[in-house]
């Protein structure tokens, strides 16, 4: 298993609640990322945090909030969400930005239904 | 937005033979290369990278080939195990850097890779 985790691993949720995703890296990593992936869709990176400032905010709709509170941890709030956004979300962790050849390590997703 | 890591979406093997699967890319500026394997309800994971400036690179039983000319890697997997059976994506590091201009790039859909006993 990696040293990321995910907690829910499965959230179902109407459109009119809250909730929050939680990752946890175990890794001393220094940058942290979200990723949705729905069904027959690719995976689609939404939030890039490094040294918990956000680097990347790919375009998220704003019923999606992420927050770095520091290096190990990574939420991503949900309110008033819509079908269309069920889908695995997956978190990841690296030692440095990806995008300087670092490699990625991934949790193992929740799974989230909205209603 | 531009796709890349186009596959196949299903390929099945028999136990024992070699898996070659395919991905086409799109983004001709991608200079290093990473294929992720995703085993059911886990999070995608590592196998092998590539570097633009190499055409072929090998890991344990598993070999990457890239040819930029025509925009396209292989990942093959030697005596293939029922423990292969997984989703393989290739993705371009550009991916997760993402959003250049109006771009939006992400992963392909991945391959699914079925194992027959």
């Known amino acids: 298993e990696t040293g990321v985790t995910q907690t829910p691993r499965h959230l179902v949720m109407g459109m009119t609640n809250k909730k929050s995703l939680k990752c946890e890296q175990h890794?001393?990593?220094?940058?942290m990322y979200w990723y949705k992936q729905s069904a027959k869709k690719p995976l689609e990176l939404m939030f890039v945090?490094?040294?918990?400032?956000?680097?990347e905010n790919n375009s998220v709709p704003s019923r999606f909030s992420p927050e770095c509170p520091n290096s190990s941890h990574l939420f991503l709030h949900l309110h008033t969400l819509q079908p269309e956004d069920s889908a695995l979300y997956l978190c990841?962790?690296?030692?440095?930005?990806?995008?300087?050849?670092?490699?990625?390590?991934f949790g193992p997703g929740t799974r989230l239904t909205v209603t | 937005g531009e796709s890349v890591g186009l596959h196949l979406p299903t390929l099945s093997v028999q136990e024992g033979d070699n898996s070659i699967i395919n991905c086409a890319y799109s983004?001709?500026?991608?200079?290093?290369f990473i294929w992720y394997k995703q085993e059911s309800g886990k999070g995608p994971q590592f196998i092998i990278d590539?570097?633009?400036?190499?055409d072929k690179r090998q890991g344990q039983r598993v070999t990457v080939l890239l040819n930029k000319t025509v925009k396209h890697l292989s990942l093959q997997i030697a005596a293939t195990q029922p423990g292969d059976s997984a989703v393989y994506f290739c993705?371009?590091?550009?991916?997760?850097?993402?959003?250049?201009?109006?771009?939006?790039?992400?992963f392909g859909t991945g391959t699914r890779l079925t194992i027959i006993p």
């Open positions: 990841a962790s690296s030692q440095a930005l990806a995008a300087l050849g670092y490699e990625q390590y």
């Open positions: 890794l001393g990593h220094n940058a």
């Open positions: 945090y490094s040294l918990e400032e956000r680097v």
């Open positions: 983004n001709s500026a991608s200079d290093y």
């Open positions: 590539i570097r633009s400036n190499m």
């Open positions: 993705a371009p590091r550009a991916v997760f850097i993402s959003n250049f201009g109006n771009e939006k790039l992400t």
